[in-house]
């Protein structure tokens, strides 16, 4: 029972440089996100997308790239790495294209910028 | 924009109470609504989630009720356990036909002692 399987758990980046956090799941879900989570802020919604080739925006999106070749794999590229995205990220999917359902987490990857 | 508030931040008590954890949003034209788990370093797993035309839904220990006409949602949890030590939060989610996705609120810290 893989589910979402996101990697790497743990990165430290240098400014400046790039990097792709990857996120798999198993389950043909249609609907996968990426989040980041930081202290007193919440979870926070950075890039969604609805189905292969599909692709939207979400609260903070500045910095960040994804795109979704298949249905199973969603990256989050993070081109020039700056201390503002240290955080935890979590990648989540649902079944449903259109509106979430239950949504099934990965663990987490956590990123320090120094 | 959807604002969700979680109330109380943070909560401790002896083990066996019965406890309410209580969700408001500022929206209420939402598909669903639901109310998620998260333990430290962890993801976070769903607990229930409850569709519009619902008014609550029960797992176990667990009873989460909705007013949407309110803008509230509150889960109940039941002979409270220390295994129930945990950040519980909760997420309103918009028709994503409208290009919205889920909206979490910052959680509540709960801490059952045995």
């Known amino acids: 029972n893989a589910g979402v399987t996101q990697t790497p758990k743990f990165q430290v980046l240098k400014t400046g440089q790039s990097m792709t956090l990857q996120c798999a799941q198993d389950?043909?879900?249609?609907?996968m996100s990426w989040y980041r989570q930081d202290p007193g802020m919440g979870l926070r919604l950075i890039h969604y997308?609805?189905?292969?080739?599909?692709?939207d925006q979400g609260e903070v999106p500045n910095g960040y790239n994804v795109s979704r070749s298949t249905t199973e794999d969603f990256p989050l590229r993070l081109l020039s790495a700056a201390p503002s995205q240290t955080s935890v990220y979590f990648c989540?999917?649902?079944?449903?294209?259109?509106?979430?359902?239950?949504?099934?987490f990965g663990e987490g990857s956590r990123l320090t910028v120094l | 924009k959807q604002e969700v508030t979680q109330i109380p931040a943070a909560l401790s008590v002896p083990e066996g109470e019965n406890l309410v954890l209580n969700c408001s949003f500022t929206?209420?034209?939402?598909?669903?609504l639901q109310w998620f788990r998260q333990d430290p370093g962890k993801g976070l797993t769903s607990l229930l989630l409850?569709?519009?035309?619902?008014r609550e839904q029960t797992s176990g220990r667990l009873n989460a009720s909705l007013d949407k006409s309110s803008g509230r949602s509150t889960l109940y949890i039941a002979a409270s356990q220390p295994g129930d030590s945990a950040t519980y939060l909760c997420?309103?989610?918009?028709?994503?036909?409208?290009?919205?996705?889920?909206?979490f609120g910052k959680g509540t810290t709960l801490s059952v002692s045995s």
């Open positions: 989540a999917s649902s079944a449903s294209g259109v509106n979430t359902g239950e949504l099934f």
């Open positions: 389950m043909n879900h249609e609907y």
């Open positions: 997308s609805v189905g292969a080739g599909i692709t």
């Open positions: 929206d209420s034209a939402i598909y669903n």
């Open positions: 409850i569709q519009s035309s619902q």
């Open positions: 997420a309103p989610e918009p028709d994503r036909q409208a290009g919205t996705a889920l909206i």
